[in-house]
């Protein structure tokens, strides 16, 4: 089955700079790669998705870049901002009229002032 | 429009008790999925209904079951609760078939 591996787990950055974090999968057949953002108290909300089709996708600060031959996805964000600080989670599965991601880890993400 | 609605919030029950937990998804969204998360475990996929029937199904044991109605919000039943159940457990629904989830504030579960 599918696996997903994410680093760092930790990510500490200066307001303003930017923050990538990294995962790499493991089936070839995944074709869809959402990334999540998880406040305290609440659930992952999606920021940003890719289907392997593309090898590219941003909107406004954040980014995702696929690369399906290495196997790895990237969030990107730039211009951090202290809302940023959040757990990120990025996840994948294979699109096939039944849901089951795979997560990986989790990032815990703080900007400092 | 209102997000995926998890009830109850928190819950305690001890060993051997029973639990069940619903979900109201996104109007209009008719696959529903269950995914358990720990701080050890991270996020765990449980199940995934779709027009009442079970589509898949995580590596969990029998215990863990669930059901979806016919409008679509779903329950969840852990039977014969264990210590290792303590965990918050997540709802997430989605309009497209296997992409974008929009997942619930979860029920936080402990066993006592």
């Known amino acids: 089955g599918e696996n997903v591996e994410q680093h760092p787990s930790t990510l500490s950055v200066q307001e303003g700079d930017s923050a990538v974090i990294k995962c790499t999968y493991s089936d070839s057949a995944s074709n869809y790669f959402p990334w999540y953002k998880q406040e305290l108290g609440k659930g992952p909300q999606l920021i940003i998705d890719i289907r392997s089709n593309v090898g590219e996708k941003k909107d406004q600060r954040i980014a995702v870049t696929l690369n399906k031959t290495a196997k790895h996805f990237s969030l990107h964000i730039t211009e951090t901002q202290p809302e940023d600080s959040a757990v990120y989670f990025c996840a994948a599965t294979m699109v096939q009229g039944a849901q089951k991601l795979v997560f990986g880890q989790g990032t815990r993400l703080t900007i400092n002032p | 429009k209102a997000g995926v609605t998890q009830t109850p919030r928190y819950l305690i029950k001890t060993r051997g008790q029973q639990v069940t937990l619903s979900c109201s998804p996104i109007?209009?969204?008719?696959?529903v999925s269950w995914y358990q998360q720990t701080p050890g475990q991270g996020l765990q996929f449980l199940f995934e209904y779709f027009s009442e029937t079970q589509r898949n199904k995580g590596n969990f044991p029998g215990r863990f079951s669930g059901r979806q109605f016919s409008n679509s919000r779903s329950e969840m039943n852990v039977s014969t609760l264990e210590l290792g159940d303590s965990a918050l457990y997540l709802c997430a629904s989605s309009l497209y078939d296997g992409e974008k989830l929009f997942f619930g504030s979860g029920t936080q579960l402990s066993v006592l």
């Open positions: 109007s209009g969204h008719r696959s």
